[in-house]
């Protein structure tokens, strides 16, 4: 078999469905370049070879630009390669489109790209939006137990899919902020704030007033997450997470199921988001409605 002559075929197949047809043309796309990269696989002598040496596909994305023009680098081939390879093992959905793939074929790690792929789908996601996702590192922001629940297809619970540790972008530039500095480069952008705690949250308020005796006191952020049917109490903390916060944020938490909450609601949850973690203050946390992370701003 030529097998630079029979990938030269599946990409200008490629190329002349692309500008005739649009109906299931993006199904078509990712069949042309798996084809392609099983091609690139046997031409190199099998899956065991197509590890080492990258020679022959170097010398068809030559060829390729010269007879087809641009969009055929070696780069491109090995990513086409990679795609039949993560394919024998499982399907890749059609629902993304190459651009998609290209940015998840560089990823190393299955259990990384079958999380980047479900959340892609699940939030309809552009190749672009995905792009932020894996530079901000979100796979590898989540806690090992919830890898482990992913993988085994496991429930998950509401505090699962918190990052740790926070992403926040900081206009200031600047690293020692005040916790109302925090406060407010978090309001500015809102909505990828709560995508850091997971899904289902929705605002409610800032510095959300309730009064305990004669005192009014003031809750940092109140969300409540309609996915899991229960109101959230965020505290803000530019220094190491300390016991006494620990004793704040449950007097908050309490007073918002006593007061606010329905008998319709789980029970409200308290996230301590500090500047430093403290491993000992929450080993001997008995409430195990309070969870802590950190903040990293960039």
Same mark, same amino acid.
């Given at each position: 078999?030529?097998?630079?002559?029979?990938?030269?075929?599946?990409?200008?197949?490629?190329?002349?469905?692309?500008?005739?047809?649009?109906?299931?043309?993006?199904?078509?796309?990712?069949?042309?370049?798996?084809?392609?990269?099983?091609?690139?696989?046997?031409?190199?002598?099998?899956?065991?070879?197509?590890?080492?040496?990258?020679?022959?596909?170097?010398?068809?994305?030559?060829?390729?630009?010269?007879?087809?023009?641009?969009?055929?680098?070696?780069?491109?081939?090995?990513?086409?390669?990679?795609?039949?390879?993560?394919?024998?093992?499982?399907?890749?959905?059609?629902?993304?489109?190459?651009?998609?793939?290209?940015?998840?074929?560089?990823?190393? %790690? $299955?259990?990384?790209? @079958? /999380?980047?792929?479900?959340?892609?789908?699940?939030?309809? !996601?552009?190749?672009?939006? *995905?792009?932020?996702?894996?530079?901000?590192?979100?796979?590898?922001?989540?806690?090992?137990?919830?890898?482990?629940?992913?993988?085994?297809?496991?429930?998950?619970?509401?505090?699962?899919?918190?990052?740790?540790?926070?992403?926040?972008?900081?206009?200031?530039?600047?690293?020692?902020?005040?916790?109302?500095?925090?406060?407010?480069?978090?309001?500015?952008?809102?909505?990828?704030?709560?995508?850091?705690?997971?899904?289902?949250?929705?605002?409610?308020?800032?510095?959300?007033?309730?009064?305990?005796?004669?005192?009014?006191?003031?809750? %940092? $952020?109140?969300?409540? @997450? /309609?996915?899991?049917?229960?109101?959230?109490?965020?505290? !803000?903390?530019?220094?190491? *997470?300390?016991?006494?916060?620990?004793?704040?944020?449950?007097?908050?938490?309490?007073?918002?199921?006593?007061?606010?909450?329905?008998?319709?609601?789980?029970?409200?949850?308290?996230?301590?988001?500090?500047?430093?973690?403290?491993?000992?203050?929450?080993?001997?946390?008995?409430?195990?409605?309070?969870?802590?992370?950190?903040?990293?701003?960039?």
């Amino acid at each position: 078999m030529n097998y630079y002559n029979e990938i030269k075929k599946e990409l200008i197949d490629n190329e002349v469905y692309k500008k005739v047809k649009d109906y299931s043309k993006n199904r078509y796309e990712l069949e042309r370049y798996y084809n392609v990269g099983k091609l690139l696989v046997e031409a190199q002598g099998g899956e065991a070879r197509a590890k080492y040496g990258d020679g022959l596909i170097r010398e068809y994305a030559r060829r390729l630009t010269l007879e087809l023009g641009k969009g055929y680098s070696t780069r491109t081939l090995k990513y086409m390669r990679r795609f039949y390879l993560l394919q024998k093992g499982q399907a890749m959905p059609a629902q993304l489109s190459w651009s998609h793939y290209v940015e998840l074929l560089s990823l190393k %790690d $299955l259990n990384a790209i @079958n /999380y980047y792929i479900k959340i892609s789908i699940k939030h309809n !996601l552009t190749y672009r939006q *995905l792009h932020e996702h894996i530079k901000n590192n979100e796979y590898g922001r989540l806690d090992s137990n919830t890898i482990n629940k992913m993988i085994t297809d496991k429930k998950t619970s509401i505090s699962d899919f918190i990052k740790q540790p926070i992403v926040i972008k900081n206009k200031y530039h600047n690293i020692d902020i005040s916790e109302k500095i925090l406060k407010q480069l978090i309001m500015e952008d809102l909505s990828s704030f709560m995508k850091e705690l997971g899904e289902g949250f929705s605002f409610i308020d800032s510095e959300y007033k309730i009064k305990l005796g004669d005192r009014y006191n003031y809750i %940092d $952020l109140l969300l409540f @997450n /309609y996915k899991y049917n229960a109101f959230a109490v965020i505290e !803000l903390k530019v220094t190491e *997470l300390r016991k006494e916060h620990i004793g704040q944020i449950q007097v908050y938490m309490n007073y918002v199921d006593e007061n606010i909450k329905s008998i319709s609601h789980d029970k409200t949850i308290g996230i301590i988001i500090a500047k430093y973690g403290n491993e000992f203050v929450m080993r001997y946390c008995s409430d195990k409605r309070i969870f802590n992370t950190t903040f990293m701003l960039v």
